[in-house]
């Protein structure tokens, strides 16, 4: 039997990394996008701002962003197992699979939201999205570990919210949200409990 209903292993250095991994990206399709040459501005279709990006970027895109996932979902597992290990506990038990069933339905929703707009290219809206279903998939996660893993995820909704207004700074509020306050979140979770 688990020795707690909660998974409290999940590691500061995690969030951290998954920060650093977002900066990196946003970098990479920061440059793709003002120096790629595939991007020609935008467009106001039935008022929602429309990317004018082609295909080849769009599929590099979604690339870099499978990327980013895969990295930092490497260092999430790496970081928590190491911690786990320390600890004495399994990283695979039964509050972590609870904690990621219900961290994945969000997750799952939210990207084939985000795939249905990139097939009708509505590109503005998908960095809120992104915010917006990671921010539920936090909170929903919360219930099973770490309850300040809940504050992200209020974070994360209120930037997805907030980018609403301002569609033309997708990758802004994507890197303030997956970056930044990753990094913030993960230094804050390190101090507190791995210090």
């Given at each position: 039997m688990?020795?707690?209903?909660?998974?409290?292993?999940?590691?500061?250095?995690?969030?951290?990394?998954?920060?650093?991994?977002?900066?990196?990206?946003?970098?990479?399709?920061?440059?793709?996008?003002?120096?790629?040459?595939?991007?020609?501005?935008y467009t106001i279709l039935d008022g929602l701002v429309v990317l004018d990006i082609n295909a080849n970027a769009a599929f590099d895109l979604s690339i870099l962003a499978i990327g980013i996932l895969l990295t930092a979902t490497f260092f999430?597992?790496?970081?928590?197992?190491?911690?786990?290990?320390?600890?004495?506990?399994?990283?695979?038990?039964?509050?972590?699979?609870r904690m990621l069933v219900n961290m994945l339905i969000p997750l799952i929703t939210g990207g084939a939201f985000c795939i249905i707009m990139m097939y009708h290219q509505l590109f503005g809206l998908i960095a809120p999205a992104m915010l917006l279903f990671y921010g539920l998939a936090c909170i929903?996660?919360?219930?099973?570990?770490?309850?300040?893993?809940?504050?992200?995820?209020?974070?994360?909704?209120?930037?997805?919210?907030?980018n609403c207004f301002f569609l033309g700074y997708g990758l802004l509020?994507?890197?303030i949200g997956f970056g930044i306050m990753h990094i913030i979140y993960g230094t804050i979770m390190y101090l507190k409990y791995e210090k």
């Open positions: 688990d020795r707690s209903s909660r998974f409290i292993s999940l590691s500061g250095l995690s969030g951290i990394m998954a920060g650093v991994t977002a900066l990196v990206g946003a970098g990479l399709a920061y440059y793709r996008l003002n120096y790629g040459g595939d991007v020609s501005g999430g597992y790496f970081f928590t197992n190491r911690k786990a290990k320390k600890a004495g506990e399994s990283v695979w038990n039964t509050s972590s699979k929903n996660a919360s219930h099973f570990t770490l309850t300040d893993i809940r504050y992200l995820g209020f974070c994360e909704i209120g930037l997805g919210l907030l509020f994507w890197t």
